[in-house]
């Protein structure tokens, strides 16, 4: 895979690395089940990494080089097209054309994206092959969705990389967990305001800042919602958000960068326009 490094013209965000959270012995958590049903599907986190100071790297593409700029605003936009990659017949073919304020570059780097995502992501299909590879849940499977984390990868040289991506997503209604999209997410520091320009109005970046964590052996677990002053009851700890974007391997009507839905869809940038949300919608 070809390694893309972001634009030279583009500011590097090179905020503070908040430290990820230590094991401080066993925790008493009492999370009332309507809670966990209820909180938010994933997270943004803040990790202490080695690697952090290392030169950023972005991995979209088998072949053609992919610039990735930075975005600063967009209205993003669905595809006139249905995203259904695993219809029958489907041959995978990545079609986003069709969006009003869509560059060609920009078109194009949405669609290696998604494709490569497509090839890649699958190697993760079951959630025991993710864990031999160092990811962990967060147990949140109880809402529809259940997310696996790789703490290691979240500032290492990767980013938009299918075959490093710091999230997983699993769907869990059908009874046996089902790979239905990476979530990746960029390097602590990073805001909604430096993310890359991957897909312009196609791709819609997003951050959680409400939620609470626990500690399960070094692994944080979300455990419930920030209090109305925004932080979090002791000994829950609230993490640093990073914006992430998903990319499905799965149809979805509001296209393959769709965040989740209701509770779940996290904040975006302010002044911009979800790009879809089929709950709220009806």
């Given at each position: ?6 634009s ?10 908040g ?37 950023r ?26 995203y ?41 299909a ?6 031999a590879?160092g990811?962990h849940?967060?147990h ?8 696996l984390?790789?703490w290691?990868?979240?500032?290492d040289?990767?980013t ?16 046996t ?27 819609q970046?997003?951050?959680h800042?409400?939620?609470c964590?626990?500690?399960d052996g ?11 002053d ?23 009507a509001c ?11 996290g ?16």
């Open positions: 895979m070809s390694e893309v490094e972001s030279s013209a583009s500011p590097a965000a090179t905020g503070p690395i430290p990820r959270p230590r094991p401080r012995g066993p925790s008493v958590l009492v999370v009332p089940v309507l809670l966990v049903g209820v909180v938010a599907l994933i997270i943004g986190v803040s990790v202490s990494g080695a690697s952090a100071a290392k030169k790297k972005t991995e979209v593409a088998t072949t053609a080089p992919v610039t990735a700029e930075h975005d600063h605003g967009t209205q993003a936009i669905v595809a006139p097209k249905a259904d990659p695993q219809a029958k017949g489907s041959t995978k073919v990545v079609d986003l054309s069709g969006v009003p304020g869509v560059t060609p570059a920009e078109q194009s780097r949405a669609e290696k994206l998604v494709a490569v995502t497509l090839k890649e992501l699958p190697q993760f079951t959630q025991a092959a993710a864990e590879k990811f849940s967060i949140d499977g109880a809402t529809g969705f259940e997310h984390i790789n290691d990868y979240i500032n040289d990767h938009l990389d299918p075959n490093y991506p710091e999230s997983l997503v699993y769907a869990t209604g059908g009874g967990p089902k790979l239905v999209s990476a979530m990746f997410m960029l390097k602590t520091g990073e805001t909604l305001d430096t993310v890359p320009d991957v897909g312009g109005p196609l791709t970046w997003h951050i800042d409400n939620l964590f626990s500690n070094g692994n944080p677990v979300v455990a419930g919602l920030t209090l109305p925004g932080s979090c009851r002791a000994p829950l700890q609230k993490l640093t958000p990073v914006p992430m974007l998903h990319v499905w391997i799965v149809k979805n296209g393959p960068f769709a965040a989740l839905e209701g509770v779940g869809a904040q975006i940038k302010p002044g911009e326009k979800r790009a879809c949300d089929t709950v709220h919608s009806h």
